[in-house]
């Protein structure tokens, strides 16, 4: 039995002209390109804008103005990225010949450039389909593996969107020439090429608007009975979704402890109240979103005492920062701060009931955190400490 030879393999390997499809050329992948550009670049924006609310920077002051800003831009963050999922799809496909071009061999420096390009190409594609992959998983709350989400979303992001700048820096003569042909022409409508070439591209721009209005739901409330795919409908208890239960963060038995008080620390004094000591305060009532990163958001009205009134209650200034810790005993974010701006709100509750009726266990009974304009998160539940940090 002879061994293959390189000639061999080298003729069983493709050469792009082995692609005949006729939907495929530079005027369907520019105009592909751009709307994912614009959907990677929102995504990104907004992505920062998220990143900067659960850490913000000393020289970016985020208040709780405006109430519903994390509202929008967390659900925009999340449909640009589904809406980037057909889009990248089919830029893929459009390109996919390019794959089995023959590198260069008449120079090394031909090659060596060659060899970035592609590197280039690489890393995009590859963080990419991590960013938009990881996403989804993300909406759906399902994380098979070990290293932190937020984190490497973050870093990965930054790569995503470094190379589609070297990228279309190196491309962008090849973009500004598919920009410039027309997909078809009025007297070519019959033209089998220019017939695929527009039925793809209005195919993948019909594909993610689709995907948007099959997902919008979560955060906007009139799309949510066409919302087929929303991982949130929006129902719950009390009419408002949970992401983690009582008992998925191990908080069922301090939660119900009869015992319970809540502990307001300011300097070397702590005071404590129960919780019917907490309702025979003077109550505050707000209608005040919560949003979450996976993208779901709804308004809700929420009753209980104002976190700057029980700071200065305690003998603390209301324009403290304060650390929130919960009861909760598994998962992430036990621990929140609230800035001082958010602790000067007077819409900032220590809320003890959600939409006329006491908290239910899983949305944080016996009191937990709402404030304007904060992810889901930080809107911490099963609260049983408060501390003036600073």
């Not at 900067?52 to 999340?78: C, K, S």
């Not at 979704?241 to 191990?250: E, F, H, L, Q, S």
């Not at 006329?356 to 609260?383: M, Y």
Request: aromatic share 8%; net charge positive.
């Amino acid at each position: 039995m002879r061994l293959p030879t390189v000639e061999d393999i080298e003729r069983r390997i493709p050469r792009p002209e082995d692609f005949q499809s006729r939907a495929r050329g530079t005027q369907l992948t520019a105009r592909v390109g751009v709307a994912l550009g614009i959907a990677f670049g929102l995504c990104f924006l907004t992505g920062l804008w998220s990143h900067a609310q659960y850490d913000p920077p000393g020289w970016l002051p985020i208040g709780p103005q405006p109430t519903q800003l994390y509202r929008v831009t967390q659900g925009l963050h999340v449909l640009s990225g589904i809406a980037a999922i057909p889009l990248l799809l089919v830029k893929l496909w459009s390109v996919f010949p390019r794959l089995f071009i023959r590198p260069p061999t008449s120079s090394w420096r031909e090659l060596a450039v060659e060899g970035l390009e592609r590197a280039s190409i690489g890393a995009l594609v590859g963080s990419s389909v991590f960013m938009l992959a990881s996403g989804l998983l993300n909406i759906a709350q399902w994380y098979p593996w070990d290293f932190s989400f937020r984190a490497t979303h973050y870093a990965v992001a930054w790569i995503a969107i470094g190379s589609l700048i070297v990228h279309i820096a190196v491309k962008l003569p090849v973009i500004r020439r598919g920009l410039g042909a027309q997909i078809d022409h009025p007297e070519q409508h019959l033209d089998p090429d220019a017939v695929a070439r527009r039925t793809v591209l209005v195919g993948a721009f019909a594909s993610a608007g689709l995907a948007v209005l099959l997902t919008a739901g979560q955060t906007v409330p009139f799309l949510r009975r066409l919302s087929v795919f929303a991982v949130r409908d929006g129902q719950g208890p009390q009419d408002l979704p949970v992401n983690r239960t009582a008992k998925a963060a191990g908080a069922v038995e301090g939660a119900t402890d009869p015992a319970f008080a809540l502990e307001i620390v300011v300097g070397g004094r702590t005071v404590t109240l129960d919780r019917d000591q907490l309702l025979a305060l003077p109550q505050r009532t707000h209608r005040l979103p919560i949003a979450c990163v996976e993208g779901w958001s709804r308004n809700a009205v929420w009753t209980g005492v104002a976190v700057r009134d029980l700071i200065a209650m305690a003998g603390g200034d209301p324009a403290s920062e304060v650390t929130v810790r919960s009861m909760q005993t598994r998962g992430a974010f036990r621990t929140s701060v609230l800035p001082s701006q958010f602790v000067e709100d007077h819409r900032t509750l220590l809320a003890l009931e959600l939409n006329g009726e006491p908290l239910s266990l899983d949305h944080g009974f016996p009191c937990r955190i709402i404030a304007p304009n904060r992810p889901g998160v930080l809107q911490t539940k099963w609260v049983r400490q408060l501390e003036v940090t600073s």
